[in-house]
């Protein structure tokens, strides 16, 4: 899983919208707390944005370069499926630099 440390090489922000209580959120909430503490620390100056809201659906976003965002839904979505959504994004972020 090397590819975790080389998160801030193809993405310029992550972001993950979840809601504090809701079942739909619950394997997101999950995600955040196993694996945000290592993403930071292999990625100390990418932003990694955790935004609470009542009722909202799960999603995770990734912005690269030159503005541009892709996003995932991630209700019904198991917490190693997250994580290789999320792998799926940084290398979605490598094939826009080339």
Not at 50 to 70: F, H, M, N, T
């Amino acid at each position: 899983m090397a590819w975790r440390g080389h998160l801030s090489k193809n993405i310029k922000e992550l972001r993950i919208l979840m809601c504090q209580s809701s079942p739909a959120s619950s394997s997101a909430r999950a995600f955040v707390e196993k694996n945000y503490k290592e993403l930071k620390t292999l990625n100390p100056k990418l932003p990694i944005l955790i935004r609470e809201c009542s009722g909202v659906e799960p999603q995770l976003w990734a912005r690269y370069d030159l503005g541009v965002e892709k996003g995932i839904k991630l209700e019904g979505m198991t917490e190693p499926q997250i994580l290789k959504a999320l792998e799926d994004l940084a290398k979605a972020g490598q094939s826009l630099k080339a």
